[in-house]
């Protein structure tokens, strides 16, 4: 049956979601207008997808070798990792993994920073190199202006981060300070970069022509190789000897100047409303998993009020913000055509029990309505940077739980990257393997060999 006529309430909330052709190329229209602002100096501060220079410029050759320390900061989970880059099939990877508490994403930076080297020290003495200065590459996935390989300025906090102190400081330093303040490791760290690089390079390693690096997870944002005659935030743009420079685009901003406002719902003001960053990151808040549960939620919550759903219903647990985890939308999504298990499972976790197999249906209705619009907004992203690019056949990585873990979200991404692109054009999406691990360690390999300029 036809969603229209089965769930009429529920189709009336859940049509602005359904976006056409007409407005998807619209979207990539606006976002390549806002790529070139970015790009350009005379109108970057104008731009709202600001394309910070990475300061990386050249793609690993399959010849990086040795012994590298990789950070990975960009959610509650921090990582350290050691990394063996022994050829161009084997890489050594050994990691732990640390949960932060919510004090620390919220307290004062020094205590944040603090934490970091506190697991970094742990964890080199636990591998007995504590003492070896081995270079380390940094994977900050927050937005980032870098004045040079290894030296990022923090523009803004995301994904409920809010640090005190942090913010127009170069994270580096701060980490380095940190460091020394314990007295007890030595550590060069000779690049900081954003996970989408980090993605990028990854997966470079092994598809020669990956030029795209995508995160989906907590958060959302790509980088892509640009001309560097084109990023004229890069200081030595016009004389650099090297072709190409990777673009962290920080698209998750996209829309804060208003012009998504015309794919915008109701739901999306409400899930804007309850954010720290009110009027900032609208893409990724259409996008990323830090939202999409949140967005299903206050539709359910809208049909429990009118009756629609769960003969009315609820529990107390529905109605606590942020409680519909975006992993349910992937479980419900999960099950076959006619099966409601998974449906059942969230139902029971979010205690509401007393429910019929058409609450299930429009409850699965919900959900691959509002991961679809995420997958066509990330399409639209997609095609516009292979357009900025002209690139008939690039490889593009992908990382994040939103696009590892949601059963349909590649089919869908797919679907409408092909129907958007111009004819002769073709891509292909890869799985990144660790690219705030592998990815950093390549960057740190390539910045120690004098790979990357010095500029």
């Known amino acids: 049956m036809n969603p229209k006529d089965e769930f009429p309430e529920a189709y009336e909330l859940c049509k602005r979601f359904m976006l056409g052709e007409d407005q998807m190329i619209e979207v990539i229209d606006r976002m390549t207008k806002e790529i070139n602002m970015g790009l350009a100096r005379d109108t970057h501060a104008r731009s709202v997808i600001k394309c910070y220079v990475s300061h990386v410029q050249d793609l690993p050759t399959g010849q990086e070798r040795g012994k590298f320390l990789a950070l990975d900061l960009g959610g509650t989970h921090f990582r350290v990792l050691l990394v063996t880059l022994i050829n161009d099939f084997e890489t050594n990877i050994e ?263 058409f609450d299930k249906r429009c409850l699965r209705f919900i959900c691959e309505t509002v991961s679809t619009r995420a997958a066509k907004l990330t399409a639209c992203g997609l095609v516009c940077l292979i357009n900025k690019m002209n690139a008939s056949d690039v490889t593009i990585g992908v990382d994040g739980g939103v696009y590892r873990f949601h059963p349909k979200f590649h089919d869908i991404l797919v679907h409408h990257v092909s129907k958007l692109l111009r004819p002769g054009f073709h891509f292909r999406i890869v799985l990144s393997e660790d690219g705030s691990g592998r990815g950093a360690a390549l960057v740190a390999a390539a910045a120690v060999s004098n790979k990357f300029t010095k500029e």
Request: aromatic fraction near 10%; proline fraction near 3%.
């Open 95 to 357: 990691s732990k993994t640390y949960i932060m508490e919510k004090s620390l994403i919220s307290g004062p930076g020094g205590d944040l920073f603090d934490f970091l080297a506190e697991c970094l020290a742990n964890f080199c003495k636990d591998h007995h190199v504590e003492g070896d200065n081995l270079p380390l590459g940094f994977t900050f996935s927050f937005p980032l202006r870098q004045n040079g390989l290894a030296n990022g300025v923090l523009t803004a906090w995301t994904k409920g981060f809010s640090c005190d102190g942090v913010v127009g400081k170069n994270v580096v330093q701060l980490l380095e300070e940190a460091i020394a303040r314990r007295k007890d490791l030595k550590i060069n760290i000779v690049a900081i970069l954003n996970d989408t690089v980090g993605t990028l390079m990854s997966c470079a390693y092994l598809s020669r022509n990956c030029r795209i690096g995508l995160i989906v997870g907590t958060g959302t944002n790509a980088c892509y190789v640009e001309k560097t005659a084109n990023a004229e935030m890069f200081q030595n743009y016009q004389t650099s000897s090297k072709p190409y420079m990777i673009i962290n685009c920080e698209w998750g901003a996209f829309g804060d100047n208003g012009v998504l406002d015309f794919i915008k719902t109701p739901f999306d003001k409400l899930v804007d409303k309850q954010t720290p960053n009110v009027n900032r990151q609208t893409f990724e808040k259409c996008i990323s998993g830090m939202y999409l549960g949140e967005l299903v939620r206050l539709i359910l919550i809208d049909l429990i009020g009118k009756g629609v759903l769960f003969k009315g219903h609820s529990s107390e647990f529905i109605f606590q913000k942020w409680s519909f985890q975006t992993s349910f939308i992937s479980e419900v999504e999960s099950d076959a055509p006619g099966q409601y298990r998974n449906a059942s499972l969230v139902l029971d976790k979010i205690g509401v029990r007393q429910t019929t197999e």
